[in-house]
């Protein structure tokens, strides 16, 4: 039962857990009046101090569609934190006001400051090139609606594995489940950080590191494409350098298998061709639908409804 606890990153939930939010996820997707109006008179306080429309996008969809309200800010100029107020003392605020708080912040580790701080649930929206562990359970929903199950896969990361957040969250979360391999694909000055290969190993987890995309895309179930990101360069010149490594269009698409599907936690640039988007393997647009549906399963547990 999760009612009342904060998600800092994944591991904060059990599997069990994650896979009752699942099931309710599908339920809320089967049935658009199920939990309809459950969190009435509830508000939650959305912390945006970091770009966001998906994330920030799809927790006000989910709070307004179970009949819930929202309050809170977009971005940190409009906040006093641009006065210089602390993380801390914005969280005392903002949990006075509110039944639960999702925040985004540019530091890795505000989250779980946040958490110390706050008298209502906290919930990570991403925390610098930490974890984003709600992306996390989109992407497993996602694997899980598109192939029936989460495990005996092998996953391919590709692009930006140094800094993307997502892509730290998931392969932890994968971790957990039996029989995964996971395929890292970036070039040498972004690969995955050592205290996720470190836990991997720790854990038996069979992995590879490689830099060519196109070897590798005989073997993938799922390939999680990622932006490299520029705001998380200090060189413009090494962001412009690194930016279009890789590119997935229909040629290199076509050595995949025929099931296999593409996700990514969007916003995209230019790392998969618009001609991807027709094909039956894209998988990334129902993967933002998918979203909404879990953090609506994640809202109402959290707040106790359910």
């Known amino acids: 039962m999760i009612k009342g606890r904060s998600l800092v990153e994944p591991e904060d939930f059990s599997l069990s857990e994650m896979d009752s939010l699942f099931l309710l996820a599908?339920?809320?997707?089967?049935?658009?009046?199920?939990?309809?109006?459950?969190?009435?008179?509830?508000?939650?306080?959305?912390?945006?101090?970091e770009p966001s429309t998906r994330t920030r996008l799809s927790f006000e969809a989910a709070m307004l569609r179970l009949g819930g309200s929202c309050l809170g800010f977009a971005e940190p100029g409009s906040s006093s934190a641009s006065e210089g107020e602390s993380l801390a003392d914005t969280i005392r605020m903002a949990?006075?006001?509110?039944?639960?708080?999702?925040?985004?912040?540019?530091?890795?580790?505000?989250?779980?400051?946040?958490?110390?701080?706050?008298?209502v649930?906290?919930?990570?929206?991403?925390?610098?090139?930490?974890?984003?562990?709600?992306?996390?359970?989109?992407?497993?929903?996602?694997?899980k609606r598109l192939f029936g199950n989460i495990e005996n896969k092998t996953v391919g990361f590709c692009g930006d594995l140094k800094f993307?957040?997502?892509?730290?969250?998931?392969?932890?979360?994968?971790?957990?489940?039996?029989?995964?391999?996971?395929?890292?694909?970036?070039?040498?000055?972004?690969v995955l950080p050592e205290y996720i290969k470190s836990m991997l190993k720790k854990q038996n987890v069979e992995f590879e590191e490689r830099e060519n995309l196109e070897k590798s895309m005989p073997?993938?179930?799922?390939?999680?494409?990622?932006?490299v990101q520029r705001e998380r360069f200090f060189n413009e010149d090494d962001y412009i350098r690194l930016k279009d490594t890789y590119v997935l269009n229909p040629d290199k698409l076509s050595a995949g298998k025929e099931k296999m599907i593409v996700?990514?936690?969007?916003?995209r640039v230019n790392e998969i061709s618009v001609e991807i988007d027709s094909d039956s393997r894209a998988a990334y647009f129902k993967q933002a639908k998918y979203g909404m549906y879990v953090r609506m399963a994640l809202l109402a547990s959290i707040l106790g409804v359910v």
């Open 95 to 119: 949990a006075s006001y509110s039944d639960a708080i999702v925040m985004r912040n540019p530091k890795e580790g505000a989250a779980l400051l946040a958490a110390r701080y706050s008298s």
């Open 263 to 267: 996700l990514h936690p969007l916003p």
């Open 219 to 227: 073997e993938l179930d799922v390939l999680y494409m990622t932006r």
């Open 164 to 190: 993307g957040r997502t892509v730290h969250s998931l392969a932890k979360a994968l971790a957990r489940y039996s029989n995964i391999k996971m395929i890292f694909i970036s070039p040498t000055e972004l």
């Open 121 to 143: 649930p906290v919930i990570n929206a991403g925390d610098g090139g930490h974890h984003h562990p709600t992306q996390t359970l989109t992407d497993l929903l996602t694997i």
């Open 26 to 49: 599908e339920k809320i997707e089967n049935d658009e009046k199920y939990l309809r109006d459950s969190l009435r008179g509830k508000l939650l306080a959305t912390l945006f101090f």
